[in-house]
Nanobody
Framework: QVLLVESGGGLAQAGGSLRLSCAASGRTFSGYIMGWFRQAPGKERDFVAAVSWSRGITYYADSVKGRFTISRDNAKNTVYLQMDTLEPEDTATYFC????????????????????WGQGTQVTVSS
């Protein structure tokens, strides 16, 4: 059974930084793509970033490109989201997700693509 557990959320000032972690367990994740999504109350669940487990190929939403960095440590079965230059608009619950990689353009950015989800970690950015 796949388990994804997020951590590292909290409060930050605008311009500050946080690093989120997603501890993955339950199977070998080679061949998977790992994603981060975020959702504010009453809003859609939006794509943030994704990384392929084996090669480390990364993808970013335009809203976070240049500010956030996704990475993974295969030995630790952990995916990270380094968030720099935070803005109040980044306030949301952040979810880690995983699915087998399918080479279809843009599929990594669709929440419905992902089979496994963590419970989320709250990020609040004050101005």
């Amino acid at each position: 059974q796949v388990l994804l557990v997020e951590s590292g959320g909290g409060l930050a000032q605008a311009g500050g930084s946080l690093r989120l972690s997603c501890a993955a367990s339950g199977r070998t994740f080679s061949g998977y793509i790992m994603g981060w999504f975020r959702q504010a109350p009453g809003k859609e669940r939006d794509f943030v970033a994704a990384v392929s487990w084996s090669r480390g190929i990364t993808y970013y939403a335009d809203s976070v490109k240049g500010r956030f960095t996704i990475s993974r440590d295969n030995a630790k079965n952990t995916v990270y989201l380094q968030m720099d230059t935070l803005e109040p608009e980044d306030t949301a619950t952040y979810f880690c997700a995983a699915t087998l990689w399918i080479p279809v353009a843009g599929r990594y950015a669709a929440a419905a693509t992902y089979d496994y989800w963590g419970q989320g970690t709250q990020v609040t950015v004050s101005s």
